[in-house]
């Protein structure tokens, strides 16, 4: 059950005493936006920067702020703001606040009209329901309370979105998707209302459906979501195809079994959607026997369908449907297909709205498809970039955490422990400047070079000269536009790309009574060397990045660990750690960290850094994360 609307006369926000104020006023986001069509989209943009500014500064309850109450708040003052724009016709003034303590949000959109009450589901006559009371319906939803503020000259509609309990539960992703769509798909009404709804609420409708649409990754959910906008209001069913357009197949989008089609190629039938449950199966049946064809030339604009009169019930024996073809970026992706009983051919304004729909649906599938190839890329690319298993070394033991963060690309950190002949042993932990492709190319030449010249006997120093020569030779810019090139095509203006790497480099030589370490740290966040009395202290000096200085001169440090020192080396996702505006290596915060693992183990030292690390800010990292314990036994 929604939330029970409150009107009271009081403001909603109450003023902060004079000592809370310039912190009240971080926690706050305001504008007053023109009362046209631009302002709902202007009022998603300040919650937005809001949300980020308030997890930016760290700021008390900024921990609670979940993509799920974002999207909540994003959906809610759009409705307030359009119904405000609609209703009043003046300038609004929207408000959006953080609770502190609770974690909740405070919404609020002001307009200059209070003789007019916000239009609510019950405010309408029975006969002539307009669009707009669903808004507010949603914001009952969604909304903890919410209520109305009358003042003199103004009017003020609030409402207050709960934090989530559990943050980290996304279970229910699919399922709140679908529910939020339910609530922006129109709701049935007789033909000669259509034009009264769509000079009123279609531009409301296109934003949020593009917004929920543009927010999936998953062409599985696109697909549901489609069906769930388009049905009941606009048609009674419809329809989705999406094809390969790759192999010139069509794919289905179901998790079931697929289609009966014969070797896997043809029309497979993605989602069918029906006011009528009960109808669906039947419905699939039917439109599985005459799949649209495509046609001939690329085009968005609607085809007539064949009426799948035998699938439907008896009084629904004749209508219209239409086929409009999924097209983004200039390939075809599939075909939607809608039909509606009792007309013969659907009304200018509905065909001209989904064909706007079909556009969004089209750009959607295809950016789900294109974070799903990355994403393969990613994967394959990664598996390629590490070694299979890190070398053990006699009178050594090792420690390794390695948790790349998955943001559509390949990590840019990288980790190395093998063994380079006559009693060596090296290791390697390295940064390379951005993600993806580019940096697999910068990953993909530095580790097996790195083996080739310690194997052939090179030094710390002449290892990292060699190097970095080799990241600015003018022959790695082929492979840079080859790994550009998976993901877009390249330009004439895309010139060549910068190949930074931070290293840490070091050689390992164990001896009766320790270990021998030389290392050198290009640009890199220096090592450091736990003693076996607590003591801490860096293990380089800084030099350096790699790629950047052509003929950069290198040098080593040597140092020997005697039974139970250890030696840990990250990369910046450890010292950058952010919590709000401070860092987890502000004021030597690390070298504090590993003092406090004085006696532990080489695996509990990671451990411990690792949760250390994750604690330090209130959302999970943003960065990828390595750390490399080395302790002599």
């Not at 390939?331 to 007309?343: D, E, H, K, N, Y």
């Not at 070298?591 to 959302?619: D, N, W």
């Amino acid at each position: 059950m929604g939330a029970v609307p409150i009107q009271r006369k009081t403001a909603a926000l109450d003023a902060p005493a004079r000592g809370e104020a310039r912190e009240g006023a971080r926690a706050r986001a305001h504008a007053t936006l023109p009362g046209s069509s631009v302002a709902p989209g202007s009022a998603r943009a300040l919650v937005r920067a809001a949300f980020a500014r308030w997890t930016e500064d760290g700021l008390p309850g900024a921990d609670r702020l979940t993509d799920r109450l974002a999207e909540d708040a994003l959906l809610v003052v759009s409705e307030l703001v359009t119904n405000a724009v609609v209703h009043a016709g003046t300038d609004v003034h929207v408000t959006c606040r953080l609770e502190e303590t609770a974690g909740t949000l405070l919404v609020e959109v002001r307009d200059q009209h209070p003789s007019r009450p916000p239009r609510g589901p019950d405010t309408e006559p029975a006969r002539a329901t307009h669009e707009y009371g669903r808004g507010l319906r949603l914001v009952a939803r969604l909304a903890e309370s919410w209520g109305v503020t009358y003042g003199r000259g103004a009017k003020t509609v609030w409402a207050r979105l709960p934090a989530e309990e559990d943050p980290d539960d996304d279970g229910g992703a699919v399922e709140y998707g679908l529910d939020v769509a339910g609530f922006l798909a129109p709701e049935p009404r007789r033909a000669e209302h259509d034009a009264d709804w769509l000079h009123r609420g279609a531009l409301s409708f296109l934003a949020e459906a593009s917004d929920l649409l543009a927010g999936q990754l998953d062409e599985n959910l696109v697909a549901a979501l489609t069906g769930q906008l388009i049905v009941p209001r606009l048609a009674d069913w419809c329809a989705v195809w999406l094809e390969d357009e790759v192999m010139g197949r069509w794919e289905t989008l179901d998790p079931g079994p697929p289609p009966h089609a014969s070797g896997g190629t043809g029309p497979r039938l993605a989602r069918v959607w029906h006011g009528s449950e009960n109808r669906i199966d039947e419905l699939r049946r039917v439109l599985e026997k005459d799949p649209p064809p495509p046609p001939g030339a690329l085009q968005s604009g609607p085809v007539a369908h064949p009426w799948p009169a035998e699938a439907l019930d008896p009084r629904d024996a004749h209508g219209a449907a239409l086929a409009y073809r999924l097209i983004a970026g200039g390939r075809p992706l599939g075909t939607l297909v809608i039909g509606r009983a009792g007309l013969l051919r659907f009304p200018d304004e509905v065909t001209g709205l989904v064909e706007d729909l079909s556009r969004r649906v089209a750009l959607a599938v295809g950016t789900a498809r294109q974070y799903a190839r990355q994403a393969t890329i990613s994967k394959v690319l990664q598996r390629g970039l590490l070694p299979a298993a890190v070398a053990e070394i006699p009178g050594v033991r090792s420690a390794l955490v390695y948790e790349p963060c998955d943001k559509g690309g390949p990590s840019g950190d990288f980790y190395d422990l093998f063994p380079a002949g006559d009693g060596r042993w090296c290791f390697a932990v390295g940064d390379v400047q951005g993600k993806g492709p580019e940096a697999a190319v910068v990953i993909g030449l530095a580790r097996p070079w790195l083996r080739l010249l310690a194997r052939e006997g090179y030094g710390v120093a002449g290892v990292l000269d060699r190097l970095n020569r080799l990241l600015l030779d003018d022959a790695t810019e082929a492979a840079d536009a080859a790994a550009r090139a998976l993901v877009q095509p390249v330009g004439p203006a895309d010139g060549p790309q910068t190949r930074f790497l931070s290293l840490l480099y070091g050689e390992l030589t164990p001896f009766d009574g320790g270990v021998r370490c030389t290392l050198a740290s290009a640009g890199h966040p220096l090592p450091l060397l736990l003693g076996a009395g607590g003591d801490v202290r860096t293990a380089a000096r800084p030099q350096t990045l790699l790629g950047v200085v052509e003929d950069e001169t290198y040098t080593s440090e040597s140092f020997a660990l005697g039974p139970g020192d250890s030696l840990l080396c990250v990369t910046d996702g450890v010292t950058e750690r952010r919590s709000g505006s401070a860092q987890f290596d502000d004021a030597d915060g690390l070298a504090a960290a590993l003092a406090g693992c004085a006696g532990l183990s080489a695996e509990r030292i990671a451990e411990r850094i690792r949760r250390l690390v994750h604690e330090f800010g209130g959302r999970p990292p943003e960065d990828d994360l390595a750390l490399l314990v080395l302790q002599a036994e």
